[in-house]
């Protein structure tokens, strides 16, 4: 009696502990999650301030709700944010398709075909995720300037297309290896022809990681901001990044209205995060485990 009154008591405290322990660790992960998405309701609703009261109250709600920020921008042609969309829109989809293909057909003839160099043209191309770029700006910018291909609609494409390739076939070629060689020997025996192979077998074995390398290249070209800045002069060309630049003053800031810009360049972005978050999780993992 005594035995299973003591194991009772010890099943009893066991639970009380696991208990305590997933409460704790659940108030943790709710306050960092409130952490996370405190800043961007604060935005919001800061953006619908104007910035008399935004400066009498940083933190507080809105006394009077105004859209105005908003009218202004949509309807300012001076402002610019729709054709920065437009721009940014374009930019990030152009150079995701080049990384996405490049780096698929790349990582795969490294990963696959062995010749002479082989992994030293890895080397050189995993350089790229190693380099800072800021340190390449100047250079880059001597280069385009010289060659006369800066300052144009497709001017952000060349250095993002060359940055991006380097993660591309770091992934591509890890996640290759572990699809075995049988796959595409079979197809040839069957008289498949290497195009054929390559991009109707093992181009949708590898949409996982491809959609991954898609995900990663289309956030890094949204946000990037030094390139755009070093590369563009023409007003029209400008990117999101550049767009919210426009709202600081010498002397003062309007603070709101940067919310405002800030929060609808940020729209597309979030709900092509949303639509692919899992797809993000499962490219990943599969990544990981397999590369």
Same mark, same amino acid.
């Given at each position: 009696? *005594?035995?299973?009154?003591?194991?009772?008591?010890?099943? @009893?405290?066991?639970?009380?502990?696991?208990?305590?322990?997933? /409460?704790?660790?659940?108030?943790?992960?709710?306050?960092?999650?409130?952490?996370?998405?405190?800043?961007?309701?604060?935005?919001?609703?800061?953006?619908?301030?104007?910035?008399?009261?935004?400066?009498?109250? !940083?933190?507080?709600?809105?006394?009077?709700?105004? %859209?105005?920020?908003?009218? *202004?921008?949509?309807?300012?042609?001076?402002?610019?944010?729709?054709?920065?969309?437009?721009?940014?829109? &374009?930019?990030?989809?152009?150079?995701?398709?080049?990384? @996405?293909?490049? #780096?698929?057909?790349?990582?795969?003839?490294?990963?696959? +075909?062995?010749?002479?160099?082989? &992994?030293?043209?890895?080397?050189?191309?995993?350089?790229?995720?190693? !380099?800072?770029?800021?340190?390449?700006?100047?250079?880059?910018?001597?280069?385009?300037?010289?060659? #006369?291909?800066?300052?144009?609609?497709?001017?952000?494409?060349?250095?993002?297309?060359?940055?991006?390739?380097?993660?591309?076939?770091?992934?591509?070629?890890?996640?290759?290896?572990?699809?075995?060689?049988?796959? $595409?020997?079979?197809?040839?025996?069957?008289?498949?022809?290497?195009? &054929?192979?390559?991009?109707?077998?093992?181009?949708?074995?590898?949409?996982?990681?491809?959609?991954?390398?898609?995900?990663?290249?289309?956030?890094?070209?949204? *946000? $990037?901001?030094?390139?755009?800045?070093?590369?563009?002069?023409?007003?029209?060309?400008?990117? %999101?990044?550049?767009?919210?630049?426009?709202?600081? #003053?010498?002397?003062?800031?309007?603070?709101?209205?940067?919310? /405002?810009?800030?929060?609808?360049?940020?729209?597309? !972005?979030?709900?092509?995060?949303?639509?692919?978050?899992?797809?993000? +999780?499962? #490219?990943?993992?599969?990544?990981? %485990?397999?590369?």
């Amino acid at each position: 009696m *005594n035995d299973k009154l003591s194991h009772s008591g010890r099943a @009893v405290g066991q639970t009380v502990k696991t208990g305590v322990l997933a /409460a704790f660790l659940n108030t943790v992960l709710i306050i960092f999650s409130f952490s996370c998405i405190f800043p961007l309701i604060w935005m919001f609703y800061s953006s619908l301030k104007s910035v008399t009261e935004f400066n009498k109250d !940083i933190i507080g709600f809105p006394t009077q709700i105004s %859209v105005q920020n908003y009218i *202004n921008l949509l309807t300012n042609s001076d402002y610019r944010i729709l054709p920065s969309i437009i721009n940014s829109v &374009r930019t990030t989809v152009i150079s995701v398709i080049f990384v @996405v293909v490049l #780096g698929f057909i790349v990582g795969y003839i490294l990963s696959r +075909i062995p010749f002479r160099g082989n &992994r030293l043209l890895y080397v050189l191309f995993l350089m790229g995720m190693l !380099i800072p770029i800021h340190s390449l700006l100047v250079p880059i910018y001597v280069i385009f300037k010289r060659v #006369g291909i800066s300052d144009h609609w497709y001017t952000l494409i060349l250095p993002y297309v060359a940055f991006g390739l380097s993660l591309a076939i770091f992934l591509v070629d890890g996640f290759l290896k572990s699809i075995p060689t049988a796959l $595409e020997e079979a197809a040839a025996i069957d008289g498949s022809s290497f195009t &054929r192979t390559l991009f109707q077998i093992i181009f949708p074995i590898c949409k996982p990681i491809l959609t991954t390398v898609g995900i990663i290249t289309t956030f890094q070209c949204w *946000n $990037e901001f030094s390139f755009a800045l070093v590369l563009l002069k023409n007003p029209k060309l400008q990117t %999101v990044s550049l767009a919210l630049t426009q709202f600081s #003053g010498q002397f003062s800031t309007d603070y709101p209205r940067i919310m /405002a810009g800030m929060l609808l360049t940020m729209l597309p !972005i979030l709900i092509f995060y949303f639509v692919f978050s899992k797809q993000i +999780i499962k #490219g990943m993992v599969a990544g990981a %485990v397999k590369g």
